[in-house]
């Protein structure tokens, strides 16, 4: 009886422990079938009133600039300042040999002199013939002399007049020659029509300068200064309706960025624009004006100008690289309320900075995958690391031009029909 008990004893411990084993290896195979989570990092979209702003190569030119160059002939024989200084208005710069010029001036005075000593004889002589007619014409009412020598005087009268009057004339011309002479003395000092800085290809001591050709040095305005950047006409349109919707407190904004990518800390101003679009570019030339205090802008450098006008009210926006594309389709990857991968059609707007403007298919509430594309399906438990846009190094500031029709290629998600997935340029 006894062995009967255990016999059955040890069937029955060999089912269980049989059932056991059956049942870890199920659960095993279960846990075996299913896909690991996919890792991926992921934030939250943005919703934000953002300006939109386009993007120009633009030149710094200087908003005034002169050619000094020399009213008189001559050598330099003084200078007084060097290449690249700073000169104020009315400031002496160069001083050209004025012996020559010293000398017409005296012979200009003393042709003057001359000439009204000449003035003063013919005066005397028409005097003296003035004379000599009213005692004719006397001595002709007492039929004293004959009528024609009445008639010849009149004549030796008027021919006397006449010699006056022409050496009024010689006086007034030598007058205007003595202040030539003077002018052309006092010209060879050369003084700065303007305040700026002079350019470093100025001329040296001994050059010789000819009168309204020769270049002494350049001197151009420093502050304010300009860049002049051109716009297509598309763009143009596009600002002319913007600055129709903006007021005197808000209108275009300008700014530029500096070749080593710096942002200049000073806004700018629209102050000019050209009449008619270049033929061979279509484009239009403006000039927007800045201050310079500090001399850090000079003509010839390179800008890129920013033009920000239009603003688009609570726009959503995701960053750039969560964007995947394929043919003219548009998808970001979001995370579902079961913690899965879901796959959403958008429309995209507008470049600003990292991030694109989503025109439809998202909203506020959504959380996109920035992250983690690589081979990513619809459908797929997600393990997510939330970041924030710092910590990818996002930024709004970074932008181009709102016009730019790139699109970053990216993968599409699995879930499309008839679709194969592309193969994704994000980590």
Do not use: W
Not at 171 to 178: Q, R, S, T
Not at 355 to 378: C, K, M, P, Q
Request: glycine share 6%; aromatic share 6%; charged share 20%.
């Amino acid at each position: 009886m006894i062995a009967r008990k255990s016999k059955a004893l040890a069937i029955a411990l060999a089912l269980m422990t049989s059932s056991l084993i059956v049942g870890c290896g199920e659960e095993e195979q279960k846990q075996a079938a299913a896909p690991p989570a996919s890792q991926v990092k992921v934030m939250k979209v943005i919703q934000r009133d953002t300006p939109l702003t386009s993007e120009f190569a633009g030149q710094v030119m200087a908003a005034d600039e002169v050619k000094v160059q020399s009213k008189v002939s001559g050598n330099v024989v003084d200078k007084f300042v060097n290449g690249g200084d700073f000169v104020e208005f009315g400031q002496l710069l160069y001083k050209i040999d004025a012996r020559q010029y010293e000398s017409a001036v005296l012979r200009a005075q003393a042709n003057l002199e001359q000439a009204k000593a000449v003035l003063v004889q013919s005066q005397v002589t028409l005097r003296n013939s003035q004379i000599d007619l009213d005692r004719y014409i006397n001595m002709f009412n007492e039929q004293a002399i004959a009528e024609q020598t009445v008639t010849t005087q009149a004549a030796q009268v008027r021919a006397n007049e006449a010699t006056v009057a022409a050496n009024e004339h010689a006086i007034a011309a030598n007058e205007a020659l003595l202040q030539t002479a003077y002018q052309d003395l006092a010209d060879t000092d050369i003084y700065a029509p303007m305040s700026g800085k002079l350019s470093v290809d100025d001329v040296a001591i001994g050059t010789f300068v000819s009168q309204g050709q020769t270049t002494l040095v350049t001197i151009g305005s420093t502050d304010p200064i300009y860049v002049q950047f051109s716009i297509s006409e598309a763009e143009y349109l596009k600002f002319m309706t913007v600055q129709a919707m903006q007021t005197e407190h808000n209108p275009i904004g300008v700014t530029i960025t500096l070749s080593d990518g710096r942002e200049y800390p000073y806004e700018g101003r629209i102050v000019e624009s050209d009449r008619e679009m270049a033929n061979n570019t279509g484009s239009l030339t403006m000039k927007a004006l800045f201050p310079n205090p500090s001399g850090l802008l000079l003509p010839g450098m390179f800008a890129r100008v920013k033009l920000t006008g239009e603003t688009v009210p609570h726009a959503i926006l995701v960053p750039q690289r969560s964007i995947q594309q394929l043919l003219d389709k548009s998808f970001v990857m979001t995370v579902g309320p079961d913690g899965k991968s879901v796959a959403k059609t958008v429309t995209l707007g507008a470049k600003v900075g990292s991030y694109y403007i989503i025109n439809s298919g998202l909203t506020a509430n959504d959380t996109v995958v920035v992250e983690g594309l690589t081979n990513l399906r619809e459908g797929v438990d997600l393990a997510v690391t939330n970041v924030t846009p710092g910590e990818m190094g996002f930024t709004l500031s970074e932008v181009t031009s709102t016009y730019d029709s790139d699109r970053t290629l990216a993968s599409t998600p699995s879930n499309v029909p008839n679709q194969r997935p592309a193969q994704s340029n994000n980590g």
